[in-house]
């Protein structure tokens, strides 16, 4: 789902990976929709300490564990996803750099669930937005879009014939259609 009518829709679920439910017919797109999640890599990173901080917190009060052996063979597998499997390396250095990143992030999640359970902090409590964390998430255009890296102006555009909504109304602080 990429675009969607916020009076038709709305976003439900967890902090990380929640999802549209749209009320009506869905529809599809007949030309390609460019998505940039992140203004540049500064913008990516600032997002990824979000994001990895909630993904910590709520799978910590889910009662999920983190070992060395886990960030490793987690970030390994990250960047072999990203950057073989999903061909990456044919979008050269950006590909690069978007594979990297995306290992970072699954890194650093692993890493931050392993600091909250040595840290002896509480289990089962509710995850709290992370700091400088957007008004939850109202600006993200798709689930996951954090863990989807695109960065605008360094040739990593993301072209989808996703289903649309039933408007062409943009999220708040992106540009409208045409």
């Excluded at 990429?2 to 902090?15: P, S």
């Excluded at 799978?59 to 950057?83: E, K, L, Q, T």
């Excluded at 890493?111 to 993200?140: C, I, N, T, V, Y």
Aim: hydrophobic content about 35%.
């Amino acid at each position: 789902m990429r675009l969607f009518d916020r009076a038709r829709g709305g976003w439900q679920g967890d902090l990380v990976h929640e999802s549209v439910t749209v009320r009506g017919p869905l529809g599809r797109l007949r030309g390609e929709l460019e998505h940039h999640p992140y203004i540049d890599i500064s913008d990516h990173l600032r997002k990824i300490d979000s994001y990895t901080t909630l993904w910590a917190r709520q799978a910590h009060a889910a009662g999920r564990r983190s070992n060395i052996v886990d960030m490793f063979a987690g970030a390994s597998w990250a960047f072999f996803r990203n950057y073989l499997l999903k061909r990456g390396f044919l979008l050269g250095s950006a590909g690069f750099i978007v594979s990297v990143l995306n290992t970072h992030y699954t890194f650093a999640k692993l890493a931050k669930l392993r600091e909250l359970d040595r840290s002896g902090a509480r289990r089962h409590e509710p995850p709290r937005p992370a700091r400088g964390h957007r008004r939850h998430l109202a600006r993200r255009t798709e689930p996951g879009a954090a863990h989807r890296p695109g960065m605008a102006g360094r040739g990593m555009e993301r072209r989808s014939r996703a289903a649309p909504a039933a408007s062409s109304r943009s999220a708040p602080g992106r540009p409208g259609p045409g």
